[in-house]
């Protein structure tokens, strides 16, 4: 087993951060506490929060001119790099890529919130499809595919990502306190509540003290 691409925080950090002098064989345990706990963090916040590179994720056109990035299905940003954006149109003969570098005046993107902005004229007029000269993005499921980075990283956000870190850290300890310490363990209790970390979905509720130091990450999007 390895970490997931939205783990906070590793298995080095865990071990100094907690004093654990745990072995090799105890990885597995404690890479499933620190998947879980991110997990949790992300669908508490309801957006991501550890930096990772998304390929031709599905996006769903909304039939306006911007667009808010998504990720394993949860709004996605800090933008840090956009890659590649590829039309999936019925309308359109092929695939239609967008330039997305700033010198193609296509499409813009605002790092902060995820927002893409196209600028009028970004792909052909089409025949048929209810939007004029590329000015809005032609309503469908997954008819957009997006290559992009987004989340928090040391490198390009420091202090945020030292933050959920340390929460990260915090909620680890949080579900030792009554681990099976046995490698291969698929499940922690806390209390009256059952945590499955391996193969499946965390469901629990992150300590109070977790809950405040994430307040600022809380997802505020509209659309």
Known sequence: ?????????TIPQIRTALNLTTTQADDPTVEGLIDAVSALMENYTGR?????TFTDEPQDGNGRNNLYLRGDSKPAYPVTALTALTLLTLNLQQPY??????SGN??????????LTLYFGAFPILLSGGY???LAFP???NNIL?????GFSLTTHPAQRRLLERLAITGVQWLLADVARESGATQVRVGDTS??????TAAAVLPSVIQTGLQSFICRQLA
Request: proline share 6%.
């Open 132 to 134: 004029d000269g590329g």
């Open 48 to 52: 991501v929060l550890a930096s990772r």
């Open 146 to 150: 997006a290559s992009f980075t987004a």
């Open 139 to 141: 309503l469908g499921r």
């Open 195 to 200: 945590v499955t970390y391996a193969g499946g």
């Open 1 to 9: 087993m390895t970490l997931s691409a939205l783990a906070l925080t």
């Open 97 to 102: 890529p967008i330039n997305v570098t700033p």
């Open 106 to 115: 296509q499409v813009r993107v605002e790092p902060a919130t995820g927002r």
